[in-house]
């Protein structure tokens, strides 16, 4: 099972996919920890995006497939997988799609979590307040104002993927301001109801 997580930030990709991986067991790629983990492996494309990252650049969408590539080679990826944060533009998702085909591989599903922005500023808010009372440091990101700006970056980047998988029939979309349960059942039908991959 091969599965994309879309939806802006904030609205419960982490928390569903930490439950995907629990009950399906297939892990999450998270292109951030691959960065590290092919720098620190010192493999060829680690290494590439390495030099990259020391001057301040940002990786390429060449580097960052290509250690997509390598991972889903991995033993625990011949199952399936989940990504999450990736692929973030269209052209990102194409060259996605022509890396699997090379390995004969394809997606099976692309679940975009619909969710109420002004709702999600709200809930962004309300956890940073919670966090603040309890005595623990507020994440950057979990501002109202951090947190508008990354919702205006996925609203012009990353939101036009909808429309490109809706296109290849994979878009699936589910109620992300449900309560986290129902998310949970509802994606759970959802995900039983994809034909397993052949290992």
Do not use: C, H, N, W
């Not at 691959?34 to 990786?59: C, D, F, N, Y």
């Not at 590539?69 to 990826?77: I, L, N, P, S, Y």
């Not at 449900?178 to 109801?193: K, M, N, Q, S, Y």
């Amino acid at each position: 099972m091969r599965i994309i997580l879309l939806g802006p930030p904030g609205a419960g990709k982490g928390t569903q996919s930490t439950r995907i991986v629990e009950r399906f067991g297939i892990p999450q790629l998270s292109t951030g920890d691959m960065l590290r983990a092919a720098v620190a492996a010192g493999t060829p494309v680690g290494l590439q995006a390495k030099s990259i990252m020391e001057s301040g650049g940002l990786v390429p969408d060449e580097v960052v497939v290509g250690i997509v590539a390598d991972r889903v080679e991995e033993a625990d990826a011949r199952k399936g997988f989940i990504l999450d944060g990736f692929p973030r533009t269209v052209a990102q998702a194409k060259a996605l799609d022509a890396m699997l085909a090379e390995k004969g591989l394809a997606l099976d599903a692309v679940i975009e979590f619909k969710v109420d922005e002004d709702a999600l500023v709200g809930r962004i808010a309300k956890r940073a307040a919670e966090t603040a009372a309890r005595g623990e440091p507020v994440r950057k990101d979990d501002t109202p104002e951090v947190f508008k700006t990354r919702l205006e970056a996925y609203r012009s980047q990353t939101a036009p993927l909808s429309d490109y998988y809706a296109e290849t029939g994979l878009l699936r979309p589910v109620d992300g301001m449900a309560p986290i349960e129902d998310v949970t059942r509802e994606l759970d039908g959802l995900l039983r109801g994809l034909q397993p991959v052949s290992a």
